[in-house]
């Protein structure tokens, strides 16, 4: 017996085809089928002959062929043209014999005819484009040319999207990738083999869209970041490639629901907060608007804690979301590249010229792994490559040589440990050398990356600036800028005043922090230590910098101290990050109104008068499809129905629309049914991660973000434990006239932030006086969710009927959870800070509830402070806490000492009185349930210009100046 041949092994030669054979034409199809049984001694010939060239064919005669019991052991594809196709195929019956018998002959020509006829009646299957790459690159040698057509043929159509097919790909993957028995995977295992066969249309839809931007080599943008926070995939790409249906239908025929799946899936929580998150949504939707652009990153180990809450005490628990594989990930082993650390520089001679060589030091990885990016209803799919560290083979090699095993092994460790944690601490930064040496192995990876791809079709970096667009996503990858200096003169010959010329053309720079001290700042001795290469350049870009100034404006040396890179200070020298950014960029840009003015002003105005062009605005957005469309499908469905389909998901300005059904009873009624069922859902999820049972009768408001003293979660429960007292205070009749409330608040504090654990601690100790109170009932709870992240957000924001944004102005930046739960009909509470002040342009302040000081008075009230006198009651708040109202005085003495006796830095007290009375307005509006919904509505009708499509629109037209490129949909001509 033969051994069965798979056609990927198949040779490729061509053979004689025998003139004895009898040909069958199918008249419709101009199939010719001969099958010829003498020319060859061990084969039966078949050869079908101008078959048109419709994706598919090959699969459907092999699987005939293979259900004929047939072994093929040889095929030969000829796509004689585009149209018609020419296939070969040498085959045995099941004992490896050749097939003579006239009968069997027969048999196998009428079967084959049968299905051909079918296949090519059918209009099922959808065409891959081959695109200029097959006709370019087809070999001119007959046998690799038929090699070539072999592989197009085999690759030339999408996997299907039936019911059927979906569940044989589900099943293969129980089977053949995860090594399960066909008959018994739990729900976790059948998660995962959903999963890959998603992954596997993504793949499909990736390859072509990557090919696609070959072809066409248009600009790309490169959005480096050091943090990503994916959340989930399984929906959203189900979504996103509009295939939910069917597999929710076949995994409900398979005995699953795909709901349940869903929640076996892990986050992909490789970011703090909204900087992470921000990153993810400009990735929907640069894919979404078929821009050519890359997200790259690193691929953390551990991605951000998971959080628990015992008592009120928060614990940190690492996040091994990759201990049981990532089916949305694709390895690339072979695509890696070497980085450097530490070593010292040389100068070398090199064809006369003197070239700075980096030498010695450490050598390591880094390795890419790539996450497909599916756009929503498009057929593109971008790419977000992160970067794993591992040893370099070099290194080993070494320490074989000299015998050292044991060596190798450690250092393969220290290697690894770069890409192993994410930092949990979103606006400190601590200098530590793991952290810039993280820093430093995403850029140079990347840069090394962009190169290798703009090298494939170019010999000069004459067009580099025309390709490339890189976007710094804050100070964090800054390093890349010196990076690039580094290649380009040090590996590629390249002159100084060219290289700059180039680099600094490509970068350009987002802020995402209001507070100076805040930006990011490493000590020159360690840079000097990690890269002594880089030190060298920063302080050359430097020196032309303050050069150039001396210029233009004289010896003004303060005006030097204070822009210079470099800062002195009594500890020693620091390089600040964000002056590289801001001389090394052409432009920087903040993310809402008023934070960009207040980079202008505040943060940096000599940068600003020095070269006001650079400065731009691009408020924040997010991901109308996650955040509305997929999250909360009920909303999507009764919004759909109203504006005449789904384009808005796509155009999320249309929802202006709504404003028309604010006041109109029927449609208000079904919208607050909508809101009912989230939160009954909401309701379920906080008894099971809480144990308290919540009314959704109740309204419910939220405040769910990192723990910060700027965001003032205090205030909220100061004005939780005013509620509380006043239900204390209340008759038994005025209890029926009030307002029940659930105020849920959540979030992660940095491990070593002491006072956002304390007021962690706060929240729980209230929570637990008031949720026992028998006196107060469903009038009043107070919860804390445990381990927020993107998908306990995704339940969390359909269900909000009040959130809170309460920053003290001037100091959040943006903000971008009040943009989702705007779009979800959730009134916002908040301060005229950050991008609340453009979502009242948008909604009106009318629909609002606005309180608080603002950011021009800020700064005077905080430096009267020492003599502000609070209020009685938040005086008296003050003492029920230190008194012991709610036990833990003296771990919650300390919080109060921050906002009492002169501290109070966030200003609470200053707001506090402004805040009741909003809080106030807030009952007395939701007594009003018309009232209140039309508010509701019109948030959603006003939430159109928060949708990160327009952010990435003006990003790309106004800063990486790069165009949409659509690859044609498949099935359609060009
Ligand atoms: C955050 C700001 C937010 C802003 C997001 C996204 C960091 C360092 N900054 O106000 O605090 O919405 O960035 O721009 O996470």
């Known amino acids: 017996m033969k051994a069965r041949t798979t056609m990927k092994r198949a040779m490729v030669r061509r053979h004689a085809v025998s003139s004895t054979g009898n040909a069958e034409k199918d008249a419709r199809s101009a199939v010719s089928i001969e099958i010829d049984t003498t020319t060859e001694a061990d084969y039966t010939v078949i050869h079908i002959r101008d078959a048109p060239n419709k994706p598919g064919t090959l699969r459907v005669i092999t699987t005939a062929l293979a259900d004929l019991g047939l072994n093929i052991d040889r095929a030969i594809v000829d796509a004689a043209n585009d149209d018609r196709v020419s296939d070969c195929f040498h085959v045995t019956d099941t004992s490896g014999a050749k097939v003579t018998d006239a009968e069997d002959v027969e048999n196998i020509r009428t079967c084959l005819a049968m299905i051909l006829k079918t296949h090519f009646q059918s209009g099922s299957d959808v065409a891959r484009h081959d695109g200029d790459e097959r006709r370019s690159s087809a070999p001119q040698g007959t046998d690799e040319r038929r090699q070539h057509d072999l592989l197009y043929s085999l690759m030339d159509r999408y996997l299907r999207n039936d019911v059927m097919s979906v569940q044989e790909s589900i099943v293969n993957h129980v089977e053949y990738t995860m090594a399960r028995n066909r008959y018994q995977f739990d729900d976790f295992e059948a998660y995962n083999a959903a999963a890959f066969s998603v992954r596997d249309r ?36 189900l979504y996103n490639l509009d295939i939910k ?79 049981f594989g990532n089916p949305w990930e694709i390895e ?264 960009s003015e207040l980079l202008k002003t505040r943060m940096f105005p000599d940068f600003y008068e020095l070269a006001p062009e650079k400065f731009q605005n691009k408020t924040n957005g997010v991901t109308q499809r996650r955040w509305l469309a997929f999250s909360n499908p009920a909303l999507r469905d009764l919004i759909s129905s109203k504006l005449g389909g789904d384009s808005w998901i796509r155009e999320l300005d249309m929802l202006h629309d709504l404003d028309k059904y604010a006041e109109d009873p029927e449609f208000q009624a079904q919208w607050r049914a909508i809101k009912l069922e989230n939160k009954k859902k909401l309701a379920k999820l906080i008894e099971e991660k809480t144990g308290t049972v919540v009314s959704p009768n109740a309204l419910f408001d939220i405040q769910v973000k990192r723990i910060h003293e700027y965001k003032r979660q205090l205030l909220n429960v100061f004005s939780v434990i005013h509620r509380y007292n006043k239900i204390k205070a209340a008759t038994p009749e005025e209890r029926k006239e009030m307002v029940p409330r659930v105020v849920v608040i959540g979030g992660k504090a940095a491990p070593g932030y002491d006072m956002a654990k304390r007021i962690i601690k706060l929240v729980c100790a209230v929570g637990e006086k008031v949720n026992n109170d028998p006196d107060v009932g469903d009038l009043l709870k107070l919860v804390f969710i445990p381990d927020y992240n993107v998908s306990s957000a995704e339940v969390i924001v359909p269900a909000a009927e009040l959130s809170q944004h309460i920053s003290t102005a001037g100091t959040e930046a943006s903000g971008t959870s009040n943009m989702k739960f705007a779009m979800n009909g959730c009134l916002i509470i908040g301060t005229m800070d950050g991008s609340n002040v453009e979502i009242a342009e948008e909604i009106g302040k009318r629909n609002m509830f606005i309180f608080g000081a603002n950011s021009a008075d800020v700064p005077i009230l905080r430096s009267e402070r020492a003599r502000f006198k609070p209020p009685p009651e938040f005086d008296g708040i003050v003492e029920q806490i230190r008194g012991g109202a709610f036990d833990w005085a003296d771990f919650l003495n300390p919080v109060c000492d921050a906002v009492h006796g002169g501290a109070d830095y966030y200003l609470l007290a200053n707001d506090f009185e402004d805040y009741i009375r909003a809080q106030d307005l807030v009952d007395e509006t939701y007594k009003d349930q018309a009232k209140w919904t039309t508010m509701s509505i019109k948030s959603t009708a006003g939430s159109g210009k928060f949708s990160s499509d327009r952010t990435i629109r003006e990003y790309a037209k106004d800063i990486w100046g790069i165009e949409p490129c659509r690859r044609p949909e498949p099935g359609n001509p060009r």
């Open 332 to 595: 690339r082993p072979y695509i890696s590249y070497p980085i450097k650390f530490y070593g010292g520089v040389e100068k070398q001679l090199i064809d006369g010229h003197e070239v700075s060589k980096w030498v010695g030091g450490e050598d390591i990885s880094a390795v890419a792994y790539d996450n497909p990016i599916p756009g929503w209803n498009t057929p593109t799919t971008i790419n977000l490559r992160l970067w794993s560290a591992k040893p370099s083979r070099e290194f080993d090699l070494e320490s074989f040589n000299t015998g050292d095993y044991v060596q190798a092994i450690l250092a393969k460790q220290r290697a690894e440990t770069i890409s192993s944690v994410l930092y949990p601490d979103d606006r400190t930064y601590q200098g530590k050398e793991l952290r810039l040496k993280q820093q430093y192995f995403m850029v140079s990876a990347t840069i090394q990356d962009i190169i290798r791809r703009y090298l494939v079709n170019h010999d000069s970096f004459d067009e580099f600036p025309n390709q490339v667009a890189v976007q710094l996503n804050d100070t964090h990858p800054s390093l890349a800028i010196p990076e690039l200096l580094r290649l380009l003169i040090d590996e590629h010959g390249l002159s100084d005043t060219k290289a700059w010329e180039i680099t600094s053309k490509v970068f350009s720079f987002t802020n995402h922090t209001v507070l100076v001290d805040a930006l990011e700042k490493w000590p020159v001795d360690l840079l000097e230590k990690v890269l002594p290469r880089h030190m060298q350049i920063i302080y050359e870009i430097n020196w032309k910098f303050i050069s150039d100034l001396s210029q233009k404006r004289g010896e003004d040396f303060a005006l030097f101290g204070r822009t210079s890179i470099i800062e002195e200070t009594t500890e020693g020298k620091l390089v600040r990050m964000a002056h590289l950014a801001m001389v090394g960029c052409h432009t920087v840009n903040g993310v809402a109104e008023v934070h």
């Open 202 to 237: 993504l793949i499909e839809s990736w390859n072509d869209t990557q090919q696609y931007f070959r072809e066409k080599s248009p600009k790309r943008v490169y959005y480096m970041s050091m943090e990503f926070l994916m959340g989930r995939s399984l929906l959203n790409s």
């Open 245 to 323: 249906p069917q597999y929710t239908e076949a995994l409900r025929q398979l005995g699953y629901e795909l709901e349940t799946l869903v929640d076996k899936e892990r986050d992909a929580a490789l970011g703090n907060g909204g900087l992470g998150r921000l990153a993810s949504c400009f990735l929907d939707s640069m894919a979404t608007q078929d821009l050519p652009a890359w997200g790259y990153g690193i691929r953390y180990q551990y991605g951000m804690f998971r959080q628990t809450v015992n008592d009120g005490f928060q614990h940190e628990h690492p996040d091994y979301w990759l201990n």
